[in-house]
């Protein structure tokens, strides 16, 4: 079955850390980029993390650089994203993507900022 499962999110206080997760399945993980998308209430999904397939090459988008860090797990194909110094605005679905031909995304895990 050809799918991306995210966990990790919960709720979290200003200045606390996650590490989200995403297990992949069905696809040769390791040959494909991956991102982290996010969308909070209201708003477009937007990239926020991106990987290349061997893992050399990130991405990040302004409002996460040095706060956000992307990794992979080739081997055992599983999809990170470090999240630092959480702020109220990182409240949000995160979102792991890829495209294989098709458009591959997970379910979602929610991150909730608060104190």
């Known amino acids: 079955q050809v799918q991306l499962v995210e966990s990790g999110g919960g709720l979290v206080q200003p200045g606390g850390s996650l590490r989200l997760s995403c297990a992949a399945s069905g696809i040769v993980f390791s040959s494909y980029p991956m991102g982290w998308y996010r969308q909070a209430p209201g708003n477009q999904r937007v990239l926020v993390a991106a990987?290349?397939?061997?893992?050399?090459?990130?991405h990040y988008s302004d409002s996460v650089k040095g706060r956000f860090t992307v990794s992979r797990d080739n081997a055992h194909n599983t999809l990170y994203l470090q999240i630092n110094a959480l702020e109220r605005a990182d409240t949000a679905v995160y979102y792991c993507?890829?495209?294989?031909?098709?458009?591959?995304w997970g379910q979602g895990t929610q991150v909730t900022v608060s104190s």
């Open positions: 990987i290349s397939s061997d893992g050399y090459t990130t």
């Open positions: 993507h890829t495209e294989t031909g098709r458009n591959l």
